[in-house]
């Protein structure tokens, strides 16, 4: 269902939109960090909510009837997951320049868009524009300072940094050209089971376009222990995720051959290390050394593994440096 209102802004100059589940404790300051926005430019907020349990659709609601003017509210009847939710909700988005937020996530200048407008018109050759850095807010409400940008801070053609199974930048911090979306096959993310769409989106992105940056800190990313399903190797969608940046570099070599580095042999590896790292963290000493063993092409990553963990005792010290460092990040 899509509520929106008479009232609600004609071709606005940029589209915002959160993506949210569950979120009843971050959701109002999100909207609010983006409603609070200033400049010489129109906007709209879309939010989708993925039919979640809580009180998030309420709050999504009272926000809504507050700013009709400016908000459209996509409520999925049945949870649809993070990935269809984000692109039924960037669809709806009408603005010349696009960005997104989380709902847990927020900004934390309210020039953001005004500074990131101001580089396109003082840059119409670039078709994304970031900013160079954000702060970290982990679960228990403490900010880790000093955060320094994904990559080393470069403008233009940034697709060699896009595709190896990163992004080049937040995804809260990115504004970009609504017409390059005609280069995003949507359908085929969902065909294809991406874990996740920031990835292909900005690699995608990278190759018919430049990428600038502005040097400020802009964003706000937050992180909670039971979402980091990229580190946390007993996390039960650890294996998917994984096995989606797998499938991401596959389309993208498809998309873009000669300039994608990839092969079924290293798909296969890549899955095999990450099976093995699976069994590190259960203890599951035979698993890992099978697991471990049938890797054709090892990385010096791979052959000091095989390394540690050729005796029980090297691959329990393994095993337990492998927990440590997992622990350490989570707390933080």
């Known amino acids: 269902m899509i509520i929106s209102s008479p009232e609600l802004i004609n071709n606005p100059d940029v589209s915002v939109f959160i993506i949210t589940y569950n979120q009843e404790k971050t959701i109002a300051q999100t909207i609010e960090s983006i409603l609070m926005q200033e400049g010489d430019f129109t906007f709209e907020l879309v939010i989708g909510e993925d039919c979640g349990t809580d009180n998030t659709r309420e709050i999504c609601k009272s926000y809504q009837l507050k700013y009709p003017e400016k908000i459209t509210l996509l409520l999925q009847d049945t949870n649809q997951g993070l990935l269809k939710n984000y692109i039924d909700s960037i669809r709806l988005c009408r603005g010349k320049y696009i960005g997104v937020c989380a709902g847990d996530d927020y900004w934390c200048d309210k020039q953001k868009i005004s500074k990131q407008i101001a580089f396109f018109k003082a840059n119409p050759g670039f078709g994304v524009v970031t900013t160079s850095g954000f702060r970290l807010l982990v679960e228990k409400n403490k900010f880790i300072e000093g955060i320094a940008p994904l990559h080393p801070v470069a403008d233009g053609n940034v697709f060699d940094k896009t595709w190896r199974g990163g992004v080049y930048a937040m995804p809260l911090s990115l504004l970009f050209k609504s017409e390059l979306l005609q280069y995003i096959d949507f359908d085929e993310f969902i065909r294809r089971k991406f874990s996740v769409e920031d990835v292909p989106m900005q690699a995608i992105l990278a190759k018919h376009t430049k990428f600038g940056h502005i040097p400020d800190l802009c964003v706000v990313y937050r992180v909670y222990n039971s979402s980091q399903t990229f580190i946390n190797f ?74 540690r963990t050729k005796s029980y005792i090297g691959f329990y010290i393994f095993a337990l440096v492998k927990r440590w460092k997992l622990k350490k990040y989570e707390n933080v």
């Open 234 to 307: 007993n996390h039960p969608r650890y294996l998917f995720y994984h096995q989606g940046l797998v499938e991401i570099r596959r389309y993208l070599n498809e998309l873009f051959p000669d300039e994608v580095e990839f092969s079924e042999q290293w798909a296969h590896d890549y899955m095999v290390y990450r099976r093995f790292l699976v069994a590190v963290y259960n203890f599951d000493y035979q698993k890992a050394r099978k697991e471990l063993c049938i890797i054709k092409i090892k990385t010096s990553k791979e052959q000091r593994a095989l390394k």
